[in-house]
């Protein structure tokens, strides 16, 4: 079983044109309750709004502040990322949903948040790449906090650096960022380690082989650190028809990530980063397979 985490208002906002758009959430969560197969495997729940004590986590007052004017009318933050009519209420739903996935793994559950905007191109003070508040890093920062919980991990396979996540997570004790990326490509960091952030960039076009291999590495460092939980930021434009990227993966290796995730024992969540291709819904089908197989 499976318990996904969403809300019907996270598709009340879109710009012509921009690759995050509603279809990502509205087709997916149509194409999963449609499939028979799936119907006694996920148990749908309706994503809360996060708190500001949690935005501050990994926000400053000062970003936080220009976030809830965005969303009030403002300007934008940048070309890709729009100042949409109550951003800061979508982006806080998103928040709060990453926490609730989190909080089931702590209870032995398996979850994914499967809600937009994403999250991991948000900084401590800027919202970057149609990223408004950092899901992920918010999640693994309150996980800390939680009884039994010292040592998280956080593996981000979305094709795109996660540097927001970095940024955030850099030199915080009991956190390792492990993060697998295209280079070049948005946003052109991540090339190389730095303090806790361990990242492997990879070439346009690599060979799906070796894009598990260079899984299988970040995976078997996660789990030699022995974390007490792993935070997955699942994007998934390394598929190869994903317009944002020029990788090959095929749905497959999406349901072999989602397997080795799920074999490393480690409890882990799962938040939805990016993914902009039509066949989104079938990829996150390929990726829920891997994470809890049919028996
Ligand atoms: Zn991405």
């Known amino acids: 079983m499976v318990i996904l985490f969403s809300h019907p208002d996270c598709v009340k906002y879109s710009q012509p044109g921009h690759p995050e758009r509603p279809y990502r959430i509205e087709a997916t969560v149509s194409y999963l309750k449609a499939q028979k197969q799936w119907n006694d ?4 729940q309706e994503s809360r709004n996060a708190k500001d004590e949690d935005l501050r986590l990994a926000h400053s007052d000062t970003h936080i502040q220009s976030v809830i004017e965005g969303g009030q009318g403002g300007v934008g933050f940048d070309a890709d990322t729009p100042a949409y ?4 209420t979508h ?6 949903s990453a926490i609730q996935a989190m909080e089931c793994a702590l209870q032995g559950k398996t979850a994914m948040s499967l809600i937009r905007p994403p999250g991991h191109h948000a900084t401590p003070n800027r919202a970057m790449g149609f990223c408004y508040f950092n899901s992920i890093a918010i999640a693994t920062l309150k996980a800390q906090s939680q009884p039994n919980i010292q040592k998280v991990a956080v593996l981000d396979f979305d094709v795109h650096h996660g540097n927001g996540t970095q940024d955030i997570l850099i030199g ?8 697998l990326h295209q280079s070049p490509c948005y946003p052109g960091t991540g090339l190389k380690d730095e303090k806790n952030c361990h990242n492997f960039p990879l070439p346009p076009q690599t060979d799906p082989e070796d894009y598990r291999k260079t899984f299988t590495q970040a995976l078997s460092e996660i789990q030699e650190w022995k974390p007490d939980l792993l935070a997955v930021s699942a994007g998934f434009d390394a598929f190869k028809e994903d317009p944002l990227s020029d990788q090959a993966l095929e749905m497959s290796d999406f349901e072999w990530f989602g397997s080795q995730i799920r074999e490393s024992g480690i409890p882990a969540f799962h938040v939805l980063e990016g993914g902009y291709s039509d066949r989104l819904p079938e990829v996150i089908e390929s990726y829920l397979e891997g994470i809890d197989p049919k028996d």
């Open 172 to 179: 915080k004790p009991d956190v390792m960022f492990y993060s």
């Open 41 to 44: 495997r996920l148990d749908w």
């Open 91 to 96: 982006a806080r739903r998103s928040v709060g």
């Open 85 to 88: 009519p109550n951003i800061d």
